[in-house]
């Protein structure tokens, strides 16, 4: 009796002590993208990052993509009411919240699916900053636009769902001028340069960044991750082949940014901020058209 109770209180202990040192090792982790902290590292901290359905992946081949063409097209109701109200510096990338209720549906989509964020990867130089490639060719930046499952009722309960979550996928390229919708929010940047600060934006509406009529475009879908720890497999995908034009000159202003706190003592730019592609593992990836010219 006497020693059970020991027994039992030292493997008690050792549970305890288990949890207490599992937490602290992942709360002592700040995950990055170089070094120690990149994404090589965050499986040892995040279990899902070493999943088989894992985000971004290199789309293959258009030719070997699977014409599906019962998905048709994504449809959205009240976009053009959403305002991109907040950017903030989140010491990862430049994060923009919208407000207003507007969903998208379709496109072979489980159910309505509520946009809340949407962010930004980009490169240290413009042959890559994107999360997916396509057949290898990566792009400077890569915007995603997230939103979660109505019936779900926040991100936090989708997140543990396989269909929580529909991200949007677009792919920027360059051209010589600069693109003026862009312009206006970039604007706003000099507010954000370090990480932890953000800043209101005049209401400016979530379309006017998006490529032109986005609905009747081409995309790629397929089923996989977040693409930042905890790397959540509750993602349907939609990746978008018409790109989003910008300049240079617009694409240096997102390199500049801090990951560090103003009250840092060194500083680091967010650049080269994508997780590099994961394994397909059987999965299929589908397109919605099956010729579409750009
Ligand atoms: C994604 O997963 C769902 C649920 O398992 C499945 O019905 C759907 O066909 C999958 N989509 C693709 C593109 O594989
Ligand atoms: C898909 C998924 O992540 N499901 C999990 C939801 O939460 C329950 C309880 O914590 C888990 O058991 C499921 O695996
Ligand atoms: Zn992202």
């Known amino acids: ?81 959403v305002r991109v109200h907040t950017l903030k510096n989140n010491g990862h990338s430049l994060q923009v919240d ?3 209720d507007s969903y998208i549906l379709g496109g072979g989509l489980p159910g309505l699916y509520k946009v809340t964020q949407l962010h930004f990867h980009w490169g ?3 042959d890559r900053g994107s999360e997916h490639t396509f057949d290898g060719t990566a792009f400077p930046m890569e915007m995603h636009v997230v939103h979660y499952k ?13 269909d ?58 397929y089923n996989g991750s977040l693409t930042t720890p905890p790397c959540t497999e509750a993602v349907i995908w939609t990746v978008f082949t018409r790109p989003i034009y910008i300049s240079e000159k617009q694409l240096r202003q997102f390199r500049k940014l801090y990951s560090n706190e103003k009250s840092s003592e060194t500083y680091e730019h967010i650049s080269d901020n994508y997780r590099p592609v994961q394994p ?6 589908l397109k919605n058209v099956r010729f579409q010219l750009l």
């Open 280 to 285: 397909l593992n059987n999965r299929r990836v």
């Open 124 to 126: 240290r130089t413009s």
């Open 164 to 221: 929580g979550l529909a991200v949007l996928g677009f792919m920027f390229k360059v051209i010589p001028f600069d693109n003026v919708f862009y312009e206006k929010f970039l604007k706003k940047l000099s507010a954000v340069q370090y990480s932890g600060e953000s800043t209101d934006t005049w209401p400016m509406r979530l379309t006017d960044i998006l490529p032109n009529s986005w609905q009747n475009l081409k995309y790629f879908r």
């Open 1 to 81: 009796m006497h020693s059970y109770a020991r027994v039992n209180m030292e493997s008690t202990l050792f549970f305890v002590l288990g949890i207490l040192r599992f937490s602290l090792a992942t709360e002592n982790f700040h995950w990055g993208y170089h070094g120690d902290s990149g994404p090589s590292y965050w499986s040892q901290h995040f279990e899902s990052c070493a999943g088989k359905w894992q985000s971004p992946i290199d789309i293959p081949r258009e030719e070997d993509v699977e014409y599906a063409g019962h998905l048709g097209f994504v449809e959205s109701y009240g976009y053009d009411d």
């Open 150 to 162: 109505k019936e779900y009722g926040s991100i936090n309960e989708a997140l543990n769902k396989s």
């Open 98 to 100: 919208v407000s207003g």
